[in-house]
C-alpha cells in the first residue's frame, strides 16, 4: 500500500496542529469551485433587497452553476475567495481538528477509551474555538464567493480591501457577523464531522475489517462526510445567508432562519445540499487521508532527528 506507514511514536500536539492545517488546506484547494456552487445556491432565492453575485442569474444543480459561473464570469470565478479560504483553513482547521485529541484526551483525563460523549464534548470544544480564531476569514470567503467577479455585482477588490472595507463600513462587529450560526454549525459539523470519522475508524479496526491505512481512512472519511452534510446543512444555509445579507437586512440569524422558512419553505435549509455533500465528502476524503499520512510523516521526520545515529 502507498503511503507512509503507522510509527510507534504518537504525533505531538504540534504535528497534528500543523498538520491538520496543511492538509485542510490541500483540501480546500481541490473542492474550492464545490464550495463556491454551493455558496451560490444557498443565496439563490434571497429578497431582492439582498447582496447577491448576479440577481438575474438562476443557478440549477452543482454542474450547472458551475458552467453558468465560468460562462457568465469566467473559470477564475469558481475561486472566487480562495485567498480567505486558506487563511481561513490554516487558522481554523488547525484548532478544530489539529486539537481535538488532544481535547478529547484533557476530558477523557488520558483514558485510551473515550465515551461518545467525551468525543461529542471535545468535538463541540474545538469547532466553537476555531470560530473565535477564523470567523472573519469566514465572512470574508463567503462574501467573495457570493459575488459576481465583474459588473455591479462586485463588492470587493481583494482579500485586503474585503478585510477594510467590511470594518469601514459595518464596524469591527461585520467582521465577525454571523459569529452565532457559525459557532452552532461548527460545533455540530465538528462533531459530525471528527466523532463519525473517529466511530468508523474504530469500529472498522476492532472489527479487523481493514487495517489503519488509506483504505480504512478513505471509508471512514467518506462516512463522515455524508453524516456531516445532513446534519449541518440548514445551520450552513442560515450561516451563508446572514454573513452574506446586507447591513439590516435580517435583525439576527434567527430571524433570517424564520425569513427563510416563511418566503422559501423548509426545503430552503437543503439548497445546495448535493454541492455540499460532494463538497463536504470529498474534502473529508483528501483532509482526512491527507492529514493521516502528514501526521506519520512529520511524527517519522521529528524521531529522525531526535535520533540521528
Given at each position: 500500500m502507498v503511503g507512509f506507514k503507522a510509527t510507534d511514536v504518537p504525533p505531538t500536539a504540534t504535528v497534528k496542529f500543523l498538520g491538520a492545517g496543511?492538509?485542510?488546506?490541500?483540501?480546500?484547494?481541490?473542492?474550492?469551485?464545490?464550495?463556491t456552487a454551493k455558496v451560490r445556491l444557498q443565496i439563490q432565492g434571497e429578497s431582492p433587497g439582498s447582496v447577491r453575485a448576479?440577481?438575474?442569474?438562476?443557478?440549477?444543480g452543482v454542474l450547472g452553476t458551475i458552467l453558468t459561473m465560468v460562462r457568465t464570469e469566467g473559470p477564475r470565478s469558481l475561486y472566487n475567495g480562495l485567498v480567505a479560504g486558506l487563511q481561513r483553513q490554516m487558522s481554523f482547521a488547525s484548532v478544530r481538528i489539529g486539537l481535538y485529541d488532544s481535547v478529547k484526551q484533557f476530558y477523557t483525563k488520558g483514558s485510551?477509551?473515550?465515551?461518545?460523549?467525551?468525543?461529542?464534548?471535545?468535538?463541540?470544544?474545538?469547532?466553537?474555538?476555531?470560530?473565535a480564531v477564523a470567523q472573519p476569514?469566514?465572512?470574508?470567503?463567503?462574501?467573495?464567493q457570493a459575488q459576481a467577479r465583474a459588473g455591479a455585482g462586485r463588492r470587493y477588490q481583494s482579500t485586503i480591501d474585503a478585510y477594510k472595507t467590511i470594518a469601514r463600513e459595518e464596524g469591527f462587529r461585520g467582521l465577525w457577523k454571523g459569529t452565532s450560526p457559525n459557532v452552532?454549525?461548527?460545533?455540530?459539523?465538528?462533531c459530525a464531522e471528527l466523532v463519525t470519522y473517529d466511530l468508523i475508524k474504530d469500529a472498522l479496526l476492532k472489527a479487523n475489517l481493514m487495517t489503519d491505512d488509506l483504505p480504512c481512512h478513505f471509508t471512514s472519511a467518506f462516512g463522515a462526510g455524508f453524516c456531516t452534510t445532513v446534519?449541518?446543512?440548514?445551520?450552513?444555509?442560515?450561516?451563508?445567508?446572514?454573513?452574506?445579507?446586507?447591513?439590516?437586512?435580517?435583525?439576527?440569524?434567527?430571524?433570517?432562519?424564520?425569513t427563510m422558512l416563511q418566503k422559501e419553505g423548509p426545503r430552503a435549509f437543503y439548497k445546495g445540499f448535493m454541492p455540499s455533500f460532494l463538497?463536504?465528502?470529498?474534502?473529508?476524503?483528501v483532509m482526512f487521508v491527507t492529514y493521516e499520512q502528514l501526521k506519520r510523516a512529520l511524527?517519522?521526520?521529528?524521531?529522525?532527528?531526535?535520533a540521528p545515529f
Open positions: 496543511t492538509a485542510a488546506c490541500i483540501a480546500d484547494l481541490i473542492t474550492f469551485p464545490l464550495d448576479a440577481a438575474s442569474t438562476q443557478y440549477r485510551e477509551h473515550a465515551s461518545i460523549g467525551s468525543r461529542l464534548l471535545a468535538g463541540s470544544t474545538t469547532g466553537a474555538l476555531a470560530v476569514t469566514d465572512v470574508v470567503k463567503v462574501r467573495f452552532a454549525r461548527n460545533a455540530i459539523v465538528n446534519i449541518a446543512s440548514p445551520v450552513d444555509v442560515v450561516k451563508t445567508r446572514y454573513m452574506n445579507s446586507a447591513l439590516g437586512q435580517y435583525s439576527s440569524a434567527g430571524h433570517c432562519a424564520l463538497r463536504l465528502g470529498s474534502w473529508n476524503v511524527t517519522t521526520a521529528c524521531a529522525s532527528r531526535e
